[in-house]
């Protein structure tokens, strides 16, 4: 089994920060990108952030220079860092990430989602 538990979701006003954490556990041999998706009520679910094993990013224009993604792969997490938060950054936020698991097998993963709401 594997599994993926994001943490750190919650309220913030505009303008402020969260940090997203995501962790990976169970029988994982490796893993390789390591993403986070929100999807906004109403709306696709969308790509916000990639980081490569070897520590390559990108992000969706609509926040470049504000969201930071990095990971550590002793522990196997993924973080999202979010500054200069702003109302349309309200969504619920999804860590996905492509697992090899012990038995050679690879797939997709999903964690369960964590709210984020940006609101005064």
């Known amino acids: 089994q594997v599994q993926l538990v994001e943490s750190g979701g919650g309220l913030v006003q505009p303008g402020g920060s969260l940090r997203l954490s995501c962790a990976a556990s169970?029988?994982?041999?490796?893993?390789?990108?390591m993403d986070w998706y929100r999807q906004a009520p109403g709306k696709e679910r969308e790509l916000v952030a990639a980081?490569?094993?070897?520590?390559?990013?990108n992000y969706v224009d609509s926040v470049k220079g504000r969201f930071t993604i990095s990971r550590d792969n002793a522990k196997k997490m993924v973080y999202l860092q979010m500054n200069s938060l702003k109302p349309e950054d309200t969504a619920v936020y999804y860590c996905?990430?492509?697992?090899?698991?012990?038995?050679?097998?690879?797939?997709?993963?999903w964690g369960q989602g964590t709210q984020v709401t940006i609101s005064s």
């Open positions: 996905n990430a492509d697992i090899i698991t012990i038995w050679g097998n690879r797939r997709n993963y």
């Open positions: 980081i490569t094993i070897g520590g390559s990013s």
């Open positions: 169970g029988s994982i041999r490796s893993i390789n990108a």
